[in-house]
């Protein structure tokens, strides 16, 4: 099952990076596909996280630029501190996840700064943590 999972993703990463209307793949496609794929990364347990699904908000962000600012807080509730739970304790655990959650961070500074201001200082304060750790 994670494989298909896996390939869907990649599958749905391909498609948004081949759009050509960003605008309208933020507006109708993205909501719902957030709201499945997110709350499935957050509720399963570390091992059955799939970095997968922070490669794909990556693409989605690169693509969809300031068009996808305003989803980014919903993101970063799903994955942020999860992941980082998984990647803090050592550096040898789940290195893909480690890869793409400094990936997604870097996409998000570049395209959706604005969204970083938005979290609360806790959590902001968080996200500078992790990038010098």
């Known amino acids: 099952m994670r494989t298909v999972k896996k390939e869907a993703l990649r599958l749905i990463s391909a498609w948004v990076a081949k759009s050509t209307d960003p ?11 957030l709201n499945a794929v997110l709350g499935d990364y957050n509720r399963n347990h570390p091992n059955a996280r799939d970095s997968e699904v922070l490669s794909t908000m990556t ?13 980014v807080p919903k993101i970063f509730d799903a994955v942020f501190e999860c992941t980082l739970d998984m990647i803090k304790d050592n550096f040898e655990d789940f290195p893909e996840h480690r890869t793409n959650f400094y990936l997604l961070l870097e996409s998000i500074n570049q395209h959706c700064f604005p969204a970083l201001l938005q979290i609360p200082p806790d959590k902001f304060k968080l996200v500078m943590d992790s990038i010098v750790w």
């Open 23 to 33: 605008k309208q793949v933020c507006e109708n496609f993205v909501p719902p596909l």
């Open 59 to 71: 693409v989605f962000i690169n693509k969809l630029e300031n068009h996808i600012t305003g989803e």
